[in-house]
């Protein structure tokens, strides 16, 4: 069975999307909204929420995107 990463980056967009509609600069933490939104929704240890966070999550989709459009095959 081959390994497609595509669905792992769109969860973790949907954290990530979560996260940019709560969040409040100099108001709200990670952990506050980690916390309240994130865990209820989504079980993750906090370590792995962070790692979600320090991940360039929009620009691997659209690297996922652009290489699976260059290896479609025309028929």
């Known amino acids: 069975m081959a390994y497609c990463p595509k669905n792992k980056l ?3 967009k949907k954290v ?3 996260v ?4 409040i600069p100099d108001i709200t933490t ?8 994130i ?3 989504y ?4 370590r792995t ?11 691997m989709l659209k690297e996922l995107e652009e ?3 260059t290896n479609v095959e025309p028929k």
């Open 10 to 12: 769109l969860f973790y």
């Open 16 to 18: 990530v999307d979560l």
């Open 20 to 23: 940019n509609k709560h969040f």
């Open 30 to 37: 990670y952990a506050g909204i980690w916390r309240r939104y």
């Open 39 to 41: 865990k209820p929704a």
């Open 43 to 46: 079980p993750m240890s906090y």
């Open 49 to 59: 929420f962070m790692k979600i966070m320090a991940m360039p999550v929009d620009r």
């Open 67 to 69: 290489e699976e459009n």
